[in-house]
C-alpha cells in the first residue's frame, strides 16, 4: 500500500510548516506490523515515538502478576510511546497490534527535533500525556477499589465461617465431653489405667478443641467490633498470679523461669479482667512456645505517662528465645498468621515451637486495642543459635476512653 507519508504527518501536527513536514518525511520509517505484534513492552526500555498511518492497536498494562487490563485501543491518526521518550522513564505499557499496523517510526532525536520546532505541538504532546497519566491512575485506582471490596467480601465470608462453624461444632463437643466426664468417673474406667490414660486424653483433646473455638469466636467479634469490654477495676498483679499459677506445670516440665517485676505502685485500673486475663495468656503462651527449655522469661511492668493516652501501664513480656525476624514483627498479629511452615510445628501446647491457629497475637491486639491501647514486639531477628529473644511491650490506659465500645 502506497503510504502518503507528509499528508499523515500534516494531519497530525496540524502546526508544522510545509518544508518542516517534508522534511520530518524524510527522518521516520514507515513499518507495517501483522497483527498480534508487541510493538511496545511494559517496563522496557525503549526509544521510539509511533503514528498510527493505518490499523489498530491495544494499549493494555498489568495491574498484577496475572492480569493485563485494556486501556484503549488507537487507530489511524493516533500516536504512541511519546511517555518513554518525555519521561525518560520505561514504557508505561503494552502497546499491541490487533491487525496488519503501518506506523510512521521516529528514532529519539527526530522526536525531540520535533518537539523542539514547535511549542504549541510540545504542549499539546504534554497535555496528552498527563491526560494519558491520570486516566491510567484512575483506572489503577478503581481496580484497587474492586479489589478491596472482594478481599472485604471474602473477609466478611471468612468471618461467618469461623462464626458459623464454631457454633456448630460446639454443641457436639459438648456432647461428645460429657459423655468422656462420665466414662472418667467410672468405677470400672477408674480401675484400669490403661483406660483411664484414653479417656484422659479424649477430656483434654475436646478442651483444647473448646479453646480453639472460643478463641475463633473471640477473633470474629473483634473483627465486627462486637467484642464487649467490660469496666470493672482490675488489678494486674492478680492478673499475673493467677497466669503463674495456670502454667506453673508447663513451666516446670520445660525448665522455664518466669519472673515478674513489678516498679513502683501499680494501681486498680479501669478494664476488661476476662481480657487482660487473655492478652497476657496468649503473650505468655507465645513466649513459652518459643523459648528454648531452660530460658527465662520476665514480665515487668510500670506505670507511665503516654501521650495521646494519659496514664497507663507499661508491661514487657521478654524471653530468652529465638526471636522474630523484623519482617514478620508486624503480621504476626494478624489472624490466621503463622511464622514458617505449619506442617513442621510440633503439636503440644506449650511445647517448643508448638504451632497453634495463628490466633492468639491477633486477639492480643484486638483485645489492648479494644482497652484504648497498643501493642507491638521488638526483636532483634530470630536465631535458634544465638538466642536473641523477643519482648512483647504492651500499653495499656489506667482507663478506658469513653470512645470505646463496651459496657460500663
Ligand atoms: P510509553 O509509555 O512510551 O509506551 C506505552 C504507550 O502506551 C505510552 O507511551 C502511551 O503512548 C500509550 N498509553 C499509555 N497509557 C495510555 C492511555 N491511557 N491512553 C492512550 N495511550 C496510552
Redesign the pocket.
Known sequence: MEVDVVGTLRAAFPDLENDALEKLSGLVRCTTYPPDTLI?K?GAY?YV??LIVRGTVA?T?HFDSQNERV??H?TAG????????I?D???????RTIDDTTVLEFDREVFEHLMASSPNLAWRMVRT?F???R??DQ?ALSDLRDALQTLQRLDRAKLDFIEIAAHELRTPLTVIQGYADVLRSDTRIQADSNLRTVIDGVVNGTARLHDVMNRMLDISKIDTETLQVSRVPVLLQSVFTELKHDFQDALAERNLTLLIKQIGEIPFMEADPNLVYKIFYHLLINAIKYTPDGGTITITCWVTEVEGMGRAVAVVVEDTGIGIDQRHQKAIFEKFYQIGEVALHSSGKTSFKGGGPGLGLALVKGAVEAHGGMVWVESRGCDEETLPGSAFKVLLPLRIPDNMSGES
Open positions: 511496545c511494559e525503549e515515538f509511533y494499549i498494562k486501556l484503549r488507537s493516533d500516536f504512541f510511546g511519546e511517555m518513554a521518550l519521561q522513564e520505561p514504557r508505561s505499557a503494552n502497546v500525556t491526560d494519558r497519566l486516566s491510567n483506572a
